[in-house]
């Protein structure tokens, strides 16, 4: 005797209702299906959000750029930043008859700056930017002392300096004091540490 059906859910409210019974599921998207052989990732592959496994290559690492120097570019950029600040320094010296410090630190500075940026890290270009920066000073001191000679004199600057420049020589002696040597000082310092600060930037 058969046992009675016991009623199910209508038709209409069944997705599988009317499938043949033989008739395989259907697979649904992302869920991996029993019995079938997932494609795996090549051994060592790191996965998305994790890092590469110790003991497995990994990409190279671009070698850092070496440090640039230039010799040349950075003596000739000291000596021009050291015309150009020499002339200012005599303006400066003619015009108020004093040393003024802070124009010494200028003229370092100038020269420091230009010899560094021209020149990179060069080790020998610090040294240099402390010899044309006294030698910027001590012209610049010579610019300002014709321009007091030729002042007190009469006559144009050009001729003491280009024609007469021993005057404006002894005339230098004769003003020198031991401050004289402190700018100087002031000067080749202040040189040889910027130009090591704006070669070690590059």
Same mark, same amino acid.
């Given at each position: ?38 494609? #795996? ?26 440090? &640039? ?17 020499? !002339? ?15 124009? #010494?630190?200028?003229?370092?500075? /100038?020269?420091?700056? #230009?010899?560094? &940026? ?6 020998? /270009? ?5 010899? !044309? ?30 024609? =007469? ?30 130009? &090591?600060?704006?070669? =070690?930037? =590059?």
């Amino acid at each position: 005797m058969s046992q009675p059906t016991p009623p199910g859910p209508p038709v209409e409210n069944n997705p599988y209702a009317g499938e043949p019974a033989d008739q395989p599921p259907v697979p649904q998207p992302g869920i991996p299906q029993q019995g079938v052989p997932q494609q #795996a990732a090549p051994q060592g592959t790191p996965q998305p959000g994790f890092p590469a496994a110790p003991g497995f290559p990994t990409a190279p690492v671009a070698p850092a750029a070496p440090a &640039r120097e230039n010799f040349a570019l950075g003596l000739v950029a000291a000596i021009g930043a050291g015309v150009v600040s020499a !002339i200012l320094y005599g303006l400066v010296t003619g015009l108020t008859k004093h040393e003024i410090g802070y124009a #010494a630190v200028g003229v370092g500075f /100038l020269v420091g700056i #230009a010899t560094g &940026r021209a020149g990179g890290r060069s080790q020998s /270009l610090p040294v240099a930017g402390v010899i !044309i920066s006294v030698a910027a000073i001590y012209l610049g001191q010579l610019i300002g002392e014709a321009m007091i000679i030729a002042k007190a004199a009469g006559v144009s600057f050009s001729e003491v300096f280009f024609h =007469h420049i021993d005057i404006a020589q002894a005339g230098w002696k004769a003003d020198a004091n031991p401050l004289t040597f402190v700018f100087f000082a002031i000067a080749a310092y202040v040189a040889f540490q910027s130009a &090591r600060k704006a070669g =070690h930037g =590059h």
